[in-house]
């Protein structure tokens, strides 16, 4: 298994909701990460874990919330979102961090 | 922090044609790059890499050239296809992060 798989694909929420994106890896990899990508950009990042352990914020607003249960999951809850936050959120994974990842086809948040 | 762009936004080539898609990079102490590929409603793909102590490393039908003097690297795609239409993201990576260039949209037209 060679995939990185991300669900739901779309997603639609008010201001007001809270919500959780999922993301799942059978390859065994330790880093896994979460990447916001608004149209015609390139990916940004937002957090890594490594070995279950967040070790990279980059600044995320804290009404994203990440958690690790366990080294195949990857969750991303959302809670009070701005109209600003719609874009393409992408999962990735890497065997260790520092080697090259593995995208989702990633869920597409859209807020109104 | 590492800066990486990349020549040219957009490139439109004929079904046959051989493409080169560039990039450059700011730190010259980088080591290693990677080239993912995005279609339309899809995350990134990966497609080839390479490490600095090699100049060029070839997969099917593409071809990446680092010249780290000039801190520049391209990917050649051999006998564009229109499957190959996307967005093409040069990447450098860190110890935990990934930095992307701004991408080319390739375009292949029959």
């Known amino acids: 298994d060679t995939e990185v798989t991300q669900t739901p694909k779309h997603l639609v929420m008010g201001m007001t909701n809270k919500k959780s994106l999922k993301c799942e890896q059978h390859?065994?990899?330790?880093?896994m990460y979460w990447y916001k990508q608004k149209a015609k950009k390139p990916p940004e990042l937002m957090f890594v874990y490594s070995y279950e352990k967040l070790s990279i914020n980059e600044s995320v607003p804290s009404r994203f919330s990440p958690e690790c249960p366990n080294s195949s999951l990857l969750n991303l809850h959302l809670h009070a979102l701005q109209p600003e936050d719609s874009a393409l959120y992408l999962c990735?994974?890497?065997?260790?961090?520092?080697?090259?990842?593995?995208f989702g086809s990633g869920t597409q948040l859209s807020v109104l | 922090g590492e800066s990486v762009g990349l020549h040219l936004p957009t490139l439109s080539v004929q079904e046959g044609d051989n493409s080169i898609i560039n990039c450059a990079y700011s730190?010259?102490?980088?080591?290693?790059f990677i080239w993912y590929k995005q279609e339309s409603g899809k995350g990134p793909q990966f497609i080839i890499d390479i490490r600095s102590n090699m100049d060029k490393r070839q997969g099917q039908r593409v071809t990446v050239l680092l010249n780290k003097t000039v801190k520049h690297l391209s990917l050649q795609i051999a006998a564009t296809q229109p499957g190959d239409s996307a967005v093409y993201f040069c990447?450098?990576?860190?110890?935990?992060?990934?930095?992307f260039g701004k991408g080319t949209m390739l375009l292949v037209s029959p």
């Open positions: 990447a450098v990576q860190g110890y935990s992060t990934l930095t």
């Open positions: 990735a994974s890497s065997p260790p961090a520092g080697e090259k990842l593995f």
């Open positions: 390859m065994g990899h330790r880093a």
């Open positions: 730190n010259s102490a980088s080591d290693y």
